[in-house]
């Protein structure tokens, strides 16, 4: 009896131990040490604690309150926050008592940062990396790092193990994303305010690998697409993820072998295709970069509501060679962009993202190119950098980063910090007159005007039914006239229309941002031959 009596004192000592430890105050990696908060908006704080504790959040003068509802999740808002780059703490009570502190916190421009490869791309390996380690002593830029290969089969409550705000220095710079740093590099010295980057990327990743699922039914081509997966992982067992393992792990060690061998006998190493060298997932059967929604559930959904100044995005190259993804890339896009905003609650948050630069590949870029810049030019909010000048012949991952990053920072300045003294957008087609053998392309300069670096290039017209070499020369600030060498009736006008373009780049305005590549056929229907 007396034994029956002490275990169940000792269950009831257990359990108000566990009671105590989940009751105590838990937030997101996002909220932690170092991290910056947007100024001048609303700020979302949320976590959990014991079901119905009263929880207050102090920063700053400012005290905010919540009860925690039946789960012990909890959320409340901060009010707007001036820029100040004095390190300040923040702490969180409950029922009275403190539960959490945060330190060294600052407030200033707060960016997300997503994509694929090049938005992953780091310092370490891109242009400059030496010269920028030692000038990375930068206490106001902040970097919240998540793993980049993490995926979930359903959306988290916190980022990824190992997820941290980091504050830039020469130590662990190599480290950050190479576009991100190099446009808050440039933002911090134009505005001298704090910046914090907030890290989503990961190569390879298709574009429905950041989209919720809950949005894909709003897309008939993009629901089919992930229903398709949906029913393979529902029949992807643990035998099914071990025998491929199993196959993976065979393969490799023959190709290691086989490289040996090779080596060994003077002979050139045998190549395989990279994607053969992932390995198979535990949690999907496809590739885990090209698993939908799965990277959304991993990094983007544990910091969703967590206020930003808008979105740095780098991605498309996935999609250019997948069957089908082409066609419904801007659709594609503008769900993206929906889904984010509604799960930041932002409905207006910017979009700033880069467009595909020039790479020779056997693969869609021109259709990738187009999508984006119809996506662009049909939403608000969004704002394209054009990088056709840009990119390497054989290399997918061009180690230029800096150009990249400092046209993301015109953008912002010019079109959301609104420092109007800056021209921020590429010239790019308005219209094109036609007459006989001759046309003139006008561009949108946007107070701007063109210029023409070396011998006029890059522009094909239309006639006889093929594409064909012409003679172009600029006719005033905003417009090119295009001749045809052989006397030809000209039926259409492209510039730059092809994956690997940067030869041919001979349009720039005077900030030397390049002419937007575009293909214009004539409509015979229309008014639009030269009087």
Request: with cysteine; proline share 5%.
């Amino acid at each position: 009896m007396k034994a029956a009596w002490l275990k169940s004192l000792f269950a009831l000592a257990l359990l108000g131990l566990s009671s105590a430890l989940w009751a105590k105050i838990q937030m997101p990696k996002i909220f932690g040490d170092n991290m910056v908060l947007q100024r001048d908006c609303q700020i979302a704080i949320w976590g959990s604690a014991a079901a119905g504790a009263e929880i207050r959040v102090e920063f700053k003068g400012q005290k905010a309150y919540a009860i925690a509802d039946s789960n012990g999740k909890w959320k409340l808002f901060l009010g707007q926050l001036w820029a100040d780059s004095e390190p300040a703490a923040m702490q969180i009570f409950e029922d009275g008592k403190l539960g959490a502190e945060i330190k060294n916190i600052l407030v200033g421009e707060v960016w997300i940062v997503g994509g694929q490869s090049n938005m992953e791309w780091t310092i370490r390996r891109s242009h400059g990396f030496e010269k920028v380690k030692k000038r990375a002593a930068y206490p106001c830029i902040r970097y919240f790092s998540q793993n980049s290969s993490a995926v979930a089969s359903m959306p988290q409550e916190d980022s990824p193990s190992g997820a941290s705000w980091l504050v830039c220095s020469p130590e662990n710079v190599g480290n950050f994303s190479g576009v991100a740093f190099f446009f808050a590099e440039e933002m911090f010295k134009n505005l001298d305010l704090p910046i914090g980057l907030v890290y989503t990327a990961c190569g390879a990743t298709e574009m429905a690998s950041w989209i919720p699922w809950g949005f894909s039914s709003k897309l008939q081509w993009l629901d089919s697409y992930v229903k398709s997966f949906e029913r393979e992982k529902s029949q992807y067992s643990r035998s099914e993820y071990e025998k491929r393992a199993k196959e993976f792990r065979a393969r490799m060690d023959k190709f290691n072998a086989d490289k040996k061998a090779a080596k060994a006998a003077g002979k050139p190493e045998p190549k395989m295709k990279w994607i053969d060298t992932v390995p198979p997932h535990k949690l999907t059967p496809w590739p885990y970069f090209k698993s939908p929604g799965m990277h959304y559930n991993a990094k983007v959904a544990p910091i969703a509501g967590y206020a930003a100044r808008g979105v740095l995005w780098y991605q498309g190259e996935a999609d250019s060679d997948t069957s089908g993804h082409v066609a419904h890339f801007e659709e594609n896009f503008k769900l993206l962009i929906e889904s984010w905003r509604s799960v930041f609650n932002n409905p207006k948050m910017p979009f700033i993202f880069a467009q595909l630069p020039s790479f020779s590949i056997n693969q869609d870029w021109v259709g990738v190119r187009k999508a984006q810049a119809s996506a662009a030019k049909n939403s608000d909010e969004v704002y394209m950098v054009c990088l056709i000048d840009c990119g390497e012949k054989n290399n997918i991952h061009p180690a230029d980063k800096a150009t990249v990053g400092l046209r993301m920072y015109r953008q912002a300045a010019n079109k959301i910090l609104a420092k109007k003294i800056v021209i921020s957008d590429s010239p790019e087609l308005k219209e094109v007159k036609y007459k006989a053998s001759h046309a003139v392309v006008s561009f949108e300069t946007f107070y701007s005007k063109l210029e023409g670096i070396g011998d006029a290039r890059g522009f094909e017209i239309l006639a006889g039914g093929k594409w064909k070499p012409c003679i172009a020369k600029l006719s005033g600030p905003c417009s090119v006239d295009i001749s045809s060498p052989d006397g030809e009736r000209i039926d259409g006008v492209r510039y730059l229309w092809k994956n690997w373009a940067r030869p041919d780049v001979w349009l720039y305005n005077t900030e030397k941002l390049p002419a937007a590549p575009f293909e214009d056929l004539k409509n015979k229907e229309e008014n639009n031959e030269i009087k």
